[in-house]
């Protein structure tokens, strides 16, 4: 039997949020500027969108309210994390849907070739974000679910990542060789970030992040 993780969302007094799940830092208010920056590169042509993992919500907002998209949907797991999202945002954009379930439970209900763009940033424990057997297995039926021309972000990647961080950041590199064999080319944005000081999964309280906006015909 699976476990209900402990979901929290705490705020600082410099006016500083971090969602916690289990103890561990899984996203904090700093990250807001990356998550708008990368919604924007997903959707700049408008359409029909799909994102897994809500986190705090600022991408899923931001994808919804940009004028050109139809839909979006995200994928969330923890119920208490849809909840938190609810509180603090309890008027939402119509086109917002959040779906409560396990992402590779959901897998085989995504329709084909159904969505221009998917944003891809679930909080997965880091063996399974780095077992290559099973990206093999999953990321052909994500693929199957974009139209031709179709965007794939996944979570932004940080210069001089720390390689054990239990929230599984990595370096641009690393992305690259994870995502680039399953598509035929690939953006990157440099956008520079500063996090707040006890942020434990990036390298330092400052830095570059990349953006990666993955793309086949």
């Avoid at 839909?71 to 086109?95: S, W, Y």
């Avoid at 054990?164 to 060789?177: G, R, S």
């Amino acid at each position: 039997m699976t476990s209900t993780p402990d979901i929290s969302l705490v705020h600082d007094a410099n006016g500083g949020v971090t969602l916690l799940i289990d103890g561990v830092q899984a996203m904090q208010g700093w990250e807001a500027e990356l998550m708008w920056r990368s919604a924007d590169l997903l959707c700049a042509d408008g359409g029909d969108f799909l994102e897994v993992g809500l986190g705090l919500g600022y991408s899923a907002l931001r994808i919804a309210g940009h004028p050109g998209t139809r839909r979006h949907t995200v994928i969330e797991k923890h119920a208490d994390v849809i909840d938190l999202f609810r509180t603090g945002h309890p008027a939402v954009p119509g086109n917002l849907e959040i779906v409560h379930a396990d992402f590779f439970d959901h897998l085989e209900r995504l329709p084909q070739a159904a969505y221009d763009g998917i944003f891809f940033d679930p909080e997965l424990p880091r063996d399974l974000f780095e077992d290559r057997a099973l990206l093999d297995e999953f990321m052909p039926r994500l693929i199957n679910a974009l139209r031709p021309g179709g965007r794939f972000v996944p979570m932004f990647a940080l210069d001089g990542a720390v390689p054990d961080a239990a929230t599984c950041t990595t370096t641009p590199a690393a992305m690259l060789d994870r995502y680039l064999r399953y598509f035929d080319r690939v953006e990157m944005v440099r956008h520079s970030y500063r996090a707040y000081v006890g942020t434990e999964y990036t390298p330092s309280d400052s830095g570059d992040a990349f953006i990666l906006c993955f793309g086949r015909a």
